[in-house]
């Protein structure tokens, strides 16, 4: 069974950074594009990244632009988010998830790991 | 580009059909057929109920149903359950070089 499972989360200090990473397992994880969807506490969803199968191609929010680098190794069936100069509003749980349809849908994502920015 | 707009919440009875509406514009949701819908129950990740505006995943019950006019793209419930009861995002892609939009979300509750 597809299995997605995020880590690297935590508190972080305004300006810091932190590397998610997310395992993926049950698929054939270079096969599929990959996505990072971030929900703000009490808030909606929103898109912050998305990379291709073969890391040719990645994508971001213009929130995150420049300061977050998405990448995979699909040697190690992982998907990584780097996140520099983060700010308060960053705060978020930060979910990984395999791209269905390219780039409209995503079919199976993890369980998310929250980001805390704040002094 | 902003996010789509969905009512703050709905509800109907057990039984009942409910309808969700997501409306979009026409760079995104009028020119594509990439709408889809999530579910997200509190403090659970997000499930995948429809793609493509009207396409099921396997394993998603047929009560859940996906449909499009112009700018406005809909998802109806029909047969309400309990298990329902939960938080409703619409997305939709809006172009070469974007993110895929997502609608602001939609309560609903099962009365």
């Known amino acids: 069974q597809v299995q997605l499972v995020e880590s690297g989360g935590g508190l972080v200090k305004p300006g810091g950074s932190l590397r998610l990473s997310c395992a993926a397992s049950?698929?054939?994880?270079?096969?599929?594009?990959m996505s990072w969807i971030r929900q703000a506490p009490g808030k909606g969803l929103e898109w912050v990244s998305y990379?291709?199968?073969?890391?040719?191609?990645?994508n971001y929010a213009d929130s995150v632009k420049g300061r977050f680098t998405i990448s995979r190794d699909n040697a190690k069936n992982s998907l990584y988010l780097q996140m520099n100069s983060l700010r308060a509003e960053d705060t978020a749980v930060y979910y990984c998830?395999?791209?269905?349809?390219?780039?409209?849908?995503?079919?199976?994502w993890g369980q998310g790991t929250l980001v805390t920015v704040s002094s | 580009q902003s996010a789509l707009t969905q009512p703050a919440s709905v509800s109907g009875s057990p039984g009942q059909s409910i309808t969700i509406s997501c409306t979009g514009t026409?760079?995104?949701?009028?020119?594509?057929?990439?709408v889809s819908w999530y579910q997200q129950h509190p403090g659970k990740a997000p499930k995948l109920m429809i793609y493509?505006?009207?396409k099921r995943p396997s394993g998603v019950s047929n009560r859940f149903s996906g449909s499009k006019s112009g700018n406005t793209a809909s998802l109806t419930i029909s047969g309400l359950q309990a298990e329902d009861e939960a938080d409703y995002y619409c997305?939709?892609?809006?172009?070469?070089?974007?993110?895929?939009?997502f609608g602001g979300g939609t309560k609903l509750t099962v009365l």
């Open positions: 998830a395999r791209l269905v349809v390219v780039p409209a849908a995503n079919d199976y």
């Open positions: 049950g698929f054939t994880f270079s096969d599929y594009y």
């Open positions: 990379i291709s199968s073969s890391s040719s191609y990645t």
């Open positions: 026409s760079s995104d949701v009028g020119s594509y057929n990439l």
């Open positions: 493509e505006v009207s």
């Open positions: 997305c939709s892609y809006a172009g070469s070089s974007t993110l895929g939009v």
